[in-house]
């Protein structure tokens, strides 16, 4: 009782679904496309190599396209991957943070990935509320720190490191027009509730409870003697 746990938010009033779609897929050469996207620090822990897979077994019918934003020590390692896999792939490298809206609407579906490794399931991407906040339909990993966006309705789920399963969700969003459009709905309905502004309000509300209570467990004639005596 003595803990309050805040966790990570999203400046909901940045993160928008109104970021400019068409003109970074008219860019980028995405248009026609279905385009599954992934922002961050590419790093061993994010285990993109499940994301390329689970794209390199999508239907062909869809033109699956994948599209990283950011950049990182696996960088390599995942444009290497993708060729080997014969993953249309586009990597923008790292983008100033206020142009992140219009990049994240260019995505059709986005992913929140993490590996099998339980030593790991830790994390939670601050990623995956950026998504949500531009209304964009997301995956995410079957990990206890997503949990309560997976409660809420706002992502599908997929097994850590199970490329299989992550194809399967990706393709319901590219397939089911009612899926898309509930993610996307709920999507941004979990981020307004999870902003920065509301942790910061939650904190302060934490701090005032303490107060009160550190008031109320002074002894009357300790108040009335002052700060030393009550110490």
């Given at each position: 009782?003595?803990?309050?746990?805040?966790?990570?938010?999203?400046?909901?009033?940045?993160?928008?679904?109104?970021?400019?779609?068409?003109?970074?897929?008219?860019?980028?050469?995405?248009?026609?496309?279905?385009?599954?996207?992934?922002?961050?620090?590419?790093?061993?822990?994010?285990?993109?190599?499940?994301?390329?897979?689970?794209?390199?077994?999508?239907?062909?019918?869809?033109?699956?396209?994948?599209?990283?934003?950011?950049?990182?020590?696996?960088?390599?390692?995942?444009?290497?991957?993708?060729?080997?896999?014969?993953?249309?792939?586009?990597?923008?490298?790292?983008?100033?943070?206020?142009?992140?809206?219009?990049?994240?609407?260019?995505?059709?579906?986005?992913?929140?990935?993490?590996?099998?490794?339980?030593?790991?399931?830790?994390?939670?991407?601050?990623?995956?509320?950026?998504?949500?906040?531009?209304?964009?339909?997301?995956?995410?990993?079957?990990?206890?720190?997503?949990?309560?966006?997976?409660?809420?309705?706002?992502?599908?789920?997929?097994?850590?490191?199970?490329?299989?399963?992550?194809?399967?969700?990706?393709?319901?969003?590219?397939?089911?027009?009612?899926?898309?459009?509930?993610?996307?709905?709920?999507g941004r309905?979990?981020?307004?509730?999870?902003?920065?502004?509301?942790?910061?309000?939650?904190i302060a509300?934490a701090a005032?409870?303490?107060?009160?209570?550190?008031?109320?467990?002074?002894?009357?004639?300790?108040?009335?003697?002052?700060?030393?005596?009550?110490?």
């Amino acid at each position: 009782g003595r803990v309050v746990t805040v966790p990570h938010g999203v400046d909901a009033d940045r993160f928008t679904p109104k970021g400019d779609r068409g003109a970074i897929r008219q860019e980028l050469n995405l248009d026609q496309s279905f385009v599954v996207g992934w922002a961050g620090r590419l790093r061993e822990w994010h285990a993109l190599d499940t994301v390329v897979d689970a794209v390199a077994r999508l239907p062909t019918t869809l033109k699956p396209k994948l599209l990283v934003v950011g950049n990182g020590a696996e960088s390599g390692h995942v444009k290497e991957l993708a060729a080997t896999l014969g993953v249309d792939a586009r990597f923008a490298g790292p983008v100033p943070h206020g142009e992140m809206p219009d990049y994240l609407a260019a995505m059709d579906a986005c992913v929140a990935s993490l590996p099998s490794d339980p030593a790991l399931h830790y994390l939670s991407p601050v990623k995956t509320l950026e998504y949500l906040a531009c209304g964009c339909p997301t995956v995410v990993a079957t990990v206890p720190t997503l949990t309560s966006v997976l409660d809420a309705q706002a992502a599908l789920a997929y097994r850590p490191g199970d490329a299989a399963d992550l194809a399967s969700r990706l393709e319901a969003i590219a397939t089911e027009p009612a899926i898309r459009e509930r993610l996307s709905e709920r999507g941004r309905t979990f981020a307004e509730a999870r902003s920065w502004r509301a942790g910061a309000r939650a904190i302060a509300e934490a701090a005032g409870t303490l107060t009160r209570v550190a008031r109320s467990a002074t002894p009357p004639d300790a108040a009335r003697r002052g700060p030393a005596a009550a110490r």
